[in-house]
């Protein structure tokens, strides 16, 4: 009879132990200026796209909360576009804006969640080439892009360089390490000619919007973002 006890009072404390951490992902409060590496999951471009269509990424790394896994690496991030304008003359910008909301993971739960840019990179394989914007940066490709379009901006690449040594737009710091994630201190863009993220009023909390100094801006599939994360509940 004690063994019975002895057991039963063993399995309500393992229990006991392991319901917060299983709830823990649906609760999860993230801290201010938390960041999080992930990788677009298919093309963007200012172009084609529609405020209010989805936009989706997958996480390159796990995020944490106190030591526990909340978000794991290869989880899906899901948005939707928030602005998509391209540069009618000369004197403008073209504008591309996505944020996620939620974070959806393999066992079915989805974590609801804000984010913003703190950096952007070119995708694992982009040549860092250079060359001259046409036409003063409008109507032309920008230099370490593939010209996709005559023009566009576009993350796609074709040659191949170390992504440590990817060039930093004006403004920008901190890069990639070895293994081709940016920094958590990074901000700004690496790899990405002539495109740069909108000054935010509290530049401590990101952009959601990107900006090029071309008529169009096309991110593709594997273009590598640092967001910032925060709980929405």
């Known amino acids: 009879m004690e063994d019975g006890k002895l057991k039963t009072t063993w399995v309500v404390t393992v229990l006991g132990l392991m319901l917060p951490c299983m709830g823990g992902a649906q609760d999860a409060r993230f801290e201010f200026g938390t960041t999080l590496n992930a990788v677009l999951s298919g093309t963007v471009d200012a172009r084609k796209s529609k405020p209010g269509e989805r936009v989706e990424a997958k996480t390159s790394e796990d ?123 990074s901000r700004g863009v690496f790899g990405l000619d002539g495109v ?3 000054p935010n009023t509290v530049p401590s909390k990101g952009s959601t919007v990107i900006l090029a100094d071309v008529r169009n801006i096309r991110l593709v599939s594997g273009t590598r973002l640092l967001l910032s994360v925060e709980s929405t509940e």
């Open 196 to 198: 740069s993220l909108e």
């Open 63 to 185: 995020l944490k909360v106190a030591g526990i896994t909340v978000i794991p690496r290869g989880a899906k991030l899901v948005g939707q576009v928030t602005e998509a304008r391209v540069a009618a003359t000369a004197n403008e910008q073209a504008k591309l804006g996505f944020v996620f909301d939620r974070a959806q993971l393999k066992d079915g739960r989805r974590i609801p969640l804000h984010t913003a840019f703190y950096a952007l990179a070119a995708p694992v394989g982009a040549s860092d080439d250079r060359a001259p914007p046409a036409g003063g940066g409008f109507g032309g490709a920008v230099g370490n892009l593939a010209r996709a379009a005559a023009d566009d901006t576009s993350a796609l690449g074709g040659g191949v360089t170390k992504q440590a040594d990817l060039r930093p737009s004006p403004g920008a710091i901190g890069g990639l390490n070895s293994t081709g994630m940016l920094y958590a201190s």
